[in-house]
């Protein structure tokens, strides 16, 4: 294998191990929609509550709701 491969490969590695342990440690983010205020202008420039995190100004992780489906589906299976 070359060292670049190799390389690149320990590196892919690390980043999803990090990712991991993130969504371990901090399952909930700012929400993306509304950049974490709760609300958004609609397009006649009124303010309306955010319906991606319902006001909350924060959502979950996507590897966190990944690592949760598959818990479920492993608990689902072993029951």
């Given at each position: 294998m070359t060292p670049i491969v190799l390389l690149a490969s320990l590196a892919t590695l690390g980043?999803?191990?990090w990712y991991l342990l993130l969504c371990m440690v901090a399952p909930w983010k700012r929400c993306d929609h509304c950049d974490g205020t709760g609300h958004h202008r609609t397009?006649?420039?009124t303010h309306?509550?955010?319906r991606r995190c319902?006001?909350?100004r924060l959502r979950v992780r996507t590897g966190r709701r990944i690592?949760?489906?598959i818990r479920d589906?492993?608990?689902a299976g072993h029951q």
């Open positions: 980043y999803a191990a397009i006649i420039g309306r509550e955010c319902d006001g909350t690592i949760e489906h589906e492993y608990r």
